[in-house]
């Protein structure tokens, strides 16, 4: 257990539709990132946020949006939902000034039909 | 786009045997960590072996790193049927702490 948390585990949404998932950080880490993970593949990275302001970005379009809030937990929201958007959704946190392993959540499982 | 590549992409052994999984990576990097996952679940940090570090071992992991290749290698001695899982490089380059993963080598360990 990593002490990052997520929810939904599991949700089923249709195209075009829009989706928020929550992530709790660890206690004492003020970083949270996010990843993407199609079946099959390693995760992907979406984007990260520090001190509430996005602090690095992946290859992902603008609807793909977060928040952080003050006790460092989190949002991914993604907009106008894709079928390609079906995947495993990592949280993941960690001490923004120790370059050391991410912790990560169970994930949440979004399916788009 | 991923980093890294695993090598193999699957791989099946008996319980007992040594697995060796292979990474590759093309940018140069602050560190490389290993991370495991089992069937639809997070990711849990194994390892972490710095740029300036050549081998690291944590129990029956062994792990090495050859950055003028730019590849790495998770070995795992005396296998058992509970390493069963996908198990992923991943590279850190740069400021921040994104972690840029390759597609992994799912191992199956027959008991």
């Known amino acids: 257990e990593t002490g990052v948390t997520q929810s939904p585990t599991h949700l089923i949404k249709t195209r075009g539709q829009q989706v928020t998932l929550r992530c709790s950080s660890q206690s004492g880490h003020n970083t949270v990132s996010w990843y993407q993970q199609a079946l099959g593949q390693g995760p992907q990275f979406i984007f990260q946020?520090?001190?509430?302001?996005?602090?690095g970005r992946g290859n992902f379009p603008p609807r793909f949006s977060g928040l952080q809030f003050p006790n460092y937990s989190s949002e991914l929201n993604v907009n106008a939902l894709e079928l390609d958007d079906s995947a495993l959704y990592l949280c993941a946190s960690n001490i923004l000034d120790v370059p050391g392993e991410l912790f990560f959540g169970e994930g949440s499982r979004l399916t788009v039909l | 786009s991923q980093q890294g590549e695993e090598d193999p992409q699957a791989l099946s052994i008996q319980e007992g045997e040594n697995a060796t999984m292979n990474c590759s990576y093309k940018t140069s990097i602050n560190n490389l960590q290993w991370y495991r996952q089992n069937s639809g679940r997070g990711l849990v940090h194994l390892i972490l072996?710095?740029?300036?570090?050549r081998e690291k071992h944590s129990g029956r992991l062994r792990v090495t790193l050859d950055t003028s290749k730019k590849s790495s290698s998770l070995l795992i001695t005396a296998s058992r049927a509970a390493d069963t899982a996908s198990y992923f490089c991943a590279t850190l380059s740069g400021a921040g702490n994104m972690l840029t993963f390759g597609g992994g080598t799912r191992l199956m360990v027959k008991p």
């Open positions: 946020y520090y001190r509430e302001e996005e602090n």
């Open positions: 072996i710095r740029s300036n570090e």
